[in-house]
């Protein structure tokens, strides 16, 4: 698995986390200050990134938590055959399939034999992000 660790309350609206092994991207973080009894705590609210699931994660601000690596790249569509997309890495031209269920339907729209799109790897999973 492709994660690393990082300390709760030193993450920020925008970035990455793991909830209940999903990638999820942070859409809003609260900070609470230390009380008389205990540490502050960070509750943070989280959108999946495959999912689209929203999940929330209450924890100590010191806490260590899973926050995924992604992996950016380029990638061609060589061939549409039903669900599945099939995509060529740029990098070591290996072979990708996504199920084209998992592509924003804007984005599946612009797909075409040729064209090139960014792909993010998470977790081992793919994600078309953008068309180039």
């Known amino acids: 698995m492709a994660t690393k660790y990082a300390e709760a309350g030193s993450l920020k609206e925008g970035s990455y986390i793991v909830i209940d092994g999903e990638p999820c991207r942070i859409v809003e973080i609260e900070k609470s200050k230390t ?4 540490s502050a705590k960070a509750r943070i609210v989280a959108v999946g990134l495959f999912d689209g699931a929203k999940r929330t994660l209450s924890v100590p601000a010191d806490a260590q938590v899973e926050v995924p690596i992604v992996s950016k790249f ?18 070591d031209y290996k072979t990708i399939e996504v199920p084209s269920s998992s592509i924003d339907e804007e984005i599946r729209n612009k797909l075409a034999v040729g064209v090139e799109v960014e792909i993010w790897e998470i977790l081992g999973r793919y994600r078309v992000v953008r068309v180039r």
Do not use: N, P, S, Y
């Open 35 to 38: 009380g008389k009894h205990g």
């Open 74 to 91: 380029t990638a061609q569509v060589i061939a549409m055959a039903g669900e599945m997309v099939q995509l060529m890495d740029m990098r």
